[in-house]
């Protein structure tokens, strides 16, 4: 860290007295370089704070949450309107009605959702329907895709034992021979298929979906009476205004949702089609806060900008323009680039590093200029991005890139990721 | 449904086509007397008024998130001061550490916490620890307790597989040698042993925990290396100011913790003693939301209250009232009433009542006249609730049991509710 005086520095301390690590999931800056800071004050529109004031440029978006900016005031409007009447109370709200309704409505395979608060709980939730639907066990899923952090999908099996993953078998993603293979070994047993959108696993290339791959999976499902399922929790809404792989002419049976849809409100979702109806209903699934109104109210208003604002074209126009800098700057200072997935969601390695030593090099240049950009997971833009921020950002990296050309022999690797790396080899 | 232009019954009839059932999970009425409403308008305090605009003074308190009451002012603002700032951002807001400071100083056998969305995070969370801390498998749960609706532990287990619950051994609650023949049966495979802080299962008699039973479950623990699991997420701040079993002068290693903790706002906990520090820290658990710092600052706010005020004697002492004012009323009009558990969480049942229809009935005269109470479910009081509430309460309660003993020839068991227990038995 560079201040040794740090609010930042006095948090983690006190944070490590009280949370095991400091930290835990996804937002622990453990596994990122030292300069990044664990605390923030406060957020608006696209950029951070950290808890010293410090200003950032944010792609990440909360991991995905923020899809419309940071506090946006429409949205907050909403969920305040809706906190005046009432949040978790003894029964739903009429919200959830009207947010059921405009879901439905928005995406093209789905006759009904249920609502819940982790994207965890929507995929958890569509492999028991699909098993309630098939009365089969298999579930098909990618190597390396990361579902959840429940026992049968975290990706650090501590805790976990070999029953939880019993019926799991894995496939490689667009590999459709894999695939093929993966539906032999389940036999007569085969309840469903869980897709990413994109291959989007951490620390390697993205993947855009091949549509061969994606079609051969609805044919699978559709042949064998089993359910196919695309977890866009992730990526819900920043490929399309339907499910993701409606851009490559395949409709699940299932999809997961989570992250965006309520634009940082707790709420997340299980989509599915009138075949997969009677299953789902058989389920009971819930949880304390599933019927509070107020990310509902939240959920509603994300959606109607969603389906009224021209947020995608913006957000695709902007990442293209950062992809293309990008790639020119690097060259420049002589660096070889992998931009991968989709420009508003892109993942960011570099050529010849694989212990990750000039992507974290790279990386802390850039936050240390206020510019949070990731290392390793795939990043994030949201609508309040404007041509000011990607010129501010495209004029960070080159800096960024000219100081670690410069500094290029020092770099060491990430003594925390380099024992990751090892525990999982 | 007494009207048949009701708004409940146009959003049942629209949520029906969007919804699996029209409804999912705890807060489904399709379990509940006719004339219970689905959908709510508002809530203030210990009062919620349903779409139609009915008020009702609310025993069930949004199932037990509500404890200081709905919309309660300090609580509400110190999550708004938040909101100003940020919510769910890249990174954890300083709210988080001050949370876990002051979680750790109010439960007597934490010295730390993780935060999360679900009570069933939590609990999933606790047998991972176990099993991480251990390497061993063998959870204990008593027979018939709720932990929450994830495939290891939800009550109606559609679309599970046997292998989810492969390692699950259950013995009756209360009943020593039930626990130790179920230790026996773990062999040298015992990770950890769950406890609800009493017994409260749906639609059979509260029992409050025996001493002996606790400290017995104490004990083995101590002599395996075990684990052992409070799951306080129902109960959790309702019956002390600390886990429930300090009440019976047991410390569990974990506890767990949700609904009431931040008054309504989205956020579970698992707490833990040092002990199980270093396995808790080995886990990978996270969530899209669980960062978020507006229900942290509701949950800084809520153990403030719990800590400086004097809501636990105030609810005790009203639900007294209520209980002995309950039992007069029903000698008065000869009903045999049967209320369990403790007086702020209670579950009221009626002798000779098997098929819960007199019970039923009671509910619908008392909700009928703007008393929500609930049939088969433990109830809950919150510190919103006054003396004129329990008048009001006990005068209406009057007036059921009489229009019960008037039309009780004519009571019929609900035709869901029997569905339902056909199924389980």
Redesign the interface.
């Known amino acids: 860290m560079p201040h040794a005086n740090s609010?930042d520095k006095t948090?983690r301390e006190?944070?490590a007295?009280?949370?095991?690590?400091g930290?835990?999931?996804?937002?622990s800056?453990r596994l990122l370089p030292d300069v990044y800071?664990?605390?923030?004050?406060?957020?608006?529109g696209a950029r951070?704070w950290?808890?010293d004031g410090r200003e950032y440029l944010?792609f990440?978006?909360?991991?995905?949450?923020?899809l419309f900016g940071?506090?946006n005031h429409k949205i907050?409007m909403a969920a305040k309107a809706q906190?005046?009447?009432?949040?978790?109370?003894?029964?739903?709200?009429?919200v959830?009605?009207e947010l059921?309704?405009k879901?439905?409505q928005t995406i093209g395979h789905a006759?009904?959702?249920?609502f819940c608060?982790?994207?965890?709980?929507a995929t958890?939730m569509a492999?028991?329907?699909?098993?309630?639907h098939t009365d089969k066990?298999k579930i098909l899923v990618a190597k390396g895709a990361y579902h959840g952090?429940?026992?049968?999908c975290?990706?650090?099996p501590?805790?976990?034992?070999p029953?939880?993953r019993?019926?799991l078998i894995t496939y490689i993603y667009n590999d459709i021979e894999s695939l093929e293979a993966a539906v032999i070994a389940a036999g007569d047993d085969l309840a469903g298929i869980v897709a990413s959108p994109f291959k989007h696993d951490a620390f390697v290339d993205q993947q855009m979906p091949d549509a061969a791959y994606a079609r051969r999976a609805r044919e699978i499902c559709d042949a064998r009476g089993a359910l196919l399922i695309v977890d866009d929790?992730r990526a819900g809404f920043r490929l399309a205004r339907d499910c993701s792989w409606s851009l490559v002419g395949v409709a699940p049976d299932l999809s997961c949702w989570?992250?965006a849809i309520a634009n940082?409100?707790?709420l997340?979702a299980l989509a599915?089609s009138e075949k997969a109806?009677?299953?789902?209903?058989?389920?009971?699934?819930?949880?304390?806060?599933?019927?509070?109104a107020v990310?509902m109210a939240a959920g509603v208003a994300t959606l109607n900008e969603i389906t009224s604002s021209t947020y995608l074209e913006h957000t695709e126009r902007l990442a293209t323009r950062f992809r293309n800098g990008l790639a020119e700057a690097s060259r420049r200072h002589s660096f070889g680039l992998r931009q991968t997935g989709p420009a508003q969601m892109p993942l960011i390695l570099f050529e010849d590093d694989p212990d990750y030593r000039i992507g974290y090099g790279w990386a802390a240049e850039m936050v240390q200029r206020g510019i949070?950009v990731h290392p390793w997971h795939s990043m994030f833009f949201c609508s309040a991005m404007t041509d000011a921020d990607i010129d501010q950002a495209l004029g960070v990296a080159d800096q960024a890139f000219a100081a670690l050309h410069k500094g290029r022999a020092r770099l060491e690797p990430h003594s925390g990721l380099l024992a990751m790396l090892e525990a999982r080899h």
Chains 1, 2 share one sequence.
């Open positions: 609010l948090l006190r944070a007295a009280v949370i095991p690590n930290m835990y999931g996804h937002e800056v800071p664990q605390f923030f004050g406060r957020a608006e951070l950290d808890v944010d990440m978006c909360g991991y995905g949450p923020n940071y506090r907050d906190a005046e009447l009432g949040d978790a109370m003894t029964g739903p709200g009429a959830m009605v059921a309704e879901f439905v006759s009904w959702v249920m608060k982790n994207g965890t709980d958890t492999i028991s329907t699909a098993r309630a066990r952090a429940a026992p049968w975290t990706p650090v501590a805790g976990v034992v029953e939880d019993a019926h929790v989570g992250k940082g409100y707790p997340s599915g109806r009677a299953a789902a209903g058989t389920l009971y699934v819930t949880g304390s806060f599933w019927f509070g990310p949070y």
